[in-house]
């Protein structure tokens, strides 16, 4: 009997998680296992890039077909190295990956084929994760980031993973969500803890700031370079640095950044030393860089390098159950500073908070509890006390009025007209010389109430 006919049903019974792939990376093959390990159908598998799984175990290089496109293919085999990978339901996966590449008669590169062994149940049994699980539950929560919803506790399980490795991370989140508390969470995590964590906001400086912010700059580099700087890179050395909003680096830096992270060295405007830097890398976005690669506004090879580990920072709509033990802990902040009596919120407030939209998220409920507080002498805060939006689902248009320039004095002009009119917008209009809409409009526009304000 051939038993080599039967190749199918042998794989088919393997219990590790098998894979295949094309010299570009595509999956063309998985075993039942490794739809188990994966989450995924293996139709949901085949023809999709083996980065669908997130592997902190590639090194992507992305440049063509093999050799071109990973380490393995450059390599010939791995063998049974420790990774994590992202399985369909957004969970991180402990795993042993074993693989060697596919050659055919010449020789040439046809593919390669992975194991994947699941070891996720063996390293929860550790200590570590299960007093890290009870921690959870506290609230001061993980490192600082408040939370108990699944969507949390979910973020603070792979963090802590992604933590015990120099792997890169890609935080993804709306504006407010909380992308740099992640990134410093996961330094804290780390065991590059007790040195230094440096930030950058890459959007807030031009091409030549940022250049010399994140490289450094030798005296007489350019006008005003009176003296030698170091740049972020260096002061990270041995740490970690945070690149926020990463998405606004410009080509230009794009490609001296893809250089640093793959020779681990600096070198300062002005200067053609090399510098060797130690630094683990945590980068943060809100835009969609996979469009950004489609028209040509971010590197594709950068790309690769930066999302090894993405994580996704929940918006406070997605876990509302979270925004009475956000807000407790801004009240209990606010009262130690104001000195206050103010204990908490009312059913009412509460109940206003939790069916909000929260576009601008954590920040914006931090920000609703400041303005709160202003109101609220003490005892429980009420919807008297929260922005007029939060509470009547539109702005507040006297209190917008006060915001702008010269606005208090056109509404106080007005008022007086009406009064005089008494209340009359038809008999205001013609004092005015203009039509009765005109002075509807203003008095929306400038939120002018006849009861209230004219009387």
Aim: glycine share 8%; aromatic share 6%.
């Amino acid at each position: 009997m051939d038993i080599a006919r039967y190749w199918k049903t042998i794989v088919d019974t393997l219990q590790d998680g098998l894979m295949v792939v094309d010299p570009k990376g595509r999956i063309i093959a998985a075993n039942p296992a490794a739809e188990r390990v994966t989450g995924y159908r293996a139709d949901e598998l085949i023809g999709k890039s083996c980065r669908i799984l997130n592997c902190t175990g590639c090194k992507i290089i992305g440049q063509g077909a093999g050799e071109q496109w990973c380490g393995l293919f450059r390599r010939g085999a791995i063998r049974e190295k420790k990774c994590l990978i992202t399985n369909k339901d957004r969970h991180s996966v402990h795993i042993v990956k074993s693989a060697s590449v596919l050659r055919n008669e010449k020789g040439k590169i046809i593919g390669a084929v992975e194991t994947l062994t699941d070891i996720t149940e063996k390293i929860r049994q550790q200590q570590e994760i299960s007093n890290l699980r009870k921690t959870f539950h506290l609230d001061e929560g993980y490192h600082g980031i408040l939370g108990k919803s699944p969507a949390m506790l979910n973020l603070f399980e792979m963090m802590e993973n992604v933590a015990q490795s120099d792997t890169p991370v890609m935080i993804q989140g709306a504006s407010g969500s909380g992308k740099e508390l992640v990134a410093r969470a996961i330094h804290r995590a780390s065991g590059r803890s007790d040195k230094p964590y440096v930030k950058v906001n890459c959007a807030a400086l031009n091409e030549n700031l940022l250049e010399s912010e994140l490289f450094g700059h030798v005296k007489g580099a350019y006008t005003g370079a009176d003296r030698t700087r170091v740049g972020r890179f260096e002061a990270a050395h041995q740490g970690t640095i945070f690149l926020d909003e990463i998405g606004d680096i410009p080509p230009a830096i794009q490609i001296k950044l893809l250089r640093v992270l793959e020779d681990r060295k600096i070198e300062r405007v002005g200067d053609n030393r090399s510098i060797p830097v130690d630094v683990r890398v945590i980068t943060a976005t809100h835009k969609n860089l996979d469009a950004l690669i489609e028209q040509g506004l971010f590197r594709e090879d950068l790309y690769f390098r930066i999302n090894v580990f993405p994580l996704y920072c929940p918006p406070l709509s997605e876990r509302r159950e979270d925004i009475p033990l956000i807000a407790q802990s801004f009240i209990r902040r606010n009262a130690t500073s104001s000195g206050k009596k103010i204990i908490g919120l009312t059913p009412e407030a509460l109940e206003t908070l939790t069916d909000y939209a929260w576009p601008g998220n954590v920040r914006e409920l931090r920000n609703a509890i400041e303005y709160a507080f202003v109101l609220c002498q003490s005892g429980g805060i009420g919807t008297q006390h929260l922005p007029h939006k939060m509470v009547h689902g539109t702005l507040d248009p006297k209190a917008t009025c006060e915001l702008e320039p010269g606005c208090v004095k056109d509404r106080e002009s007005l008022i007086q007209v009406l009064r005089k009119a008494d209340g009359n917008q038809s008999k205001a209009a013609k004092m005015l010389g203009v039509s009765r809409v005109t002075v509807w409009k203003r008095m929306k526009k400038l939120g002018i109430d006849i009861k209230q304000d004219v009387g």
